[in-house]
């Protein structure tokens, strides 16, 4: 039974920074794209990057340049998310998908997904 399961989100404050996590297990972890979305009350849910489990090739939204990184260690994935702003707060999910990327894949290819955790930016 494929399991993505997301953790480290919480409260802080502007200009803070937290680190997301995602367990993956259940399925190959080669050859995957993994990735992070968020979705804010009221938007549709958007990318924020994503990651090649087995080339390790990173790609990122315009929004999360500069401030995010995303990594992998074995089936981990992290997001650590820097100077962030009140538009940062979101659900933030954690998706895998067949296949590596060789952009921000769109929403529709990710096969897997998990629960979601709350990431809220505010003083």
């Known amino acids: 039974q494929v399991q993505l399961v997301e953790s480290g989100g919480g409260l802080v404050q502007p200009g803070g920074s937290l680190r997301l996590s995602c367990a993956a297990s259940?399925?190959?972890?080669?050859?995957?794209?993994i990735a992070w979305f968020r979705q804010a009350p009221g938007k549709e849910r958007e990318g924020v990057a994503c990651?090649?489990?087995?080339?390790?090739a990173t790609y990122y939204a315009d929004s999360a340049k500069g401030r995010f990184t995303i990594s992998a260690d074995h089936e981990n994935v992290y997001l650590q998310m820097n100077r962030l702003t009140p538009e940062g707060t979101a659900a933030y999910y954690c998706?895998?998908?067949?296949?590596?990327?060789?952009?921000?894949?769109?929403?529709?290819?990710?096969?897997?997904w998990g629960q979601g955790t709350q990431v809220t930016v505010s003083s």
């Open positions: 998706a895998a998908a067949v296949g590596l990327p060789t952009m921000l894949r769109p929403l529709n290819e990710y096969d897997w």
């Open positions: 259940g399925f190959t972890f080669d050859y995957r794209t």
């Open positions: 990651i090649g489990s087995t080339d390790g």
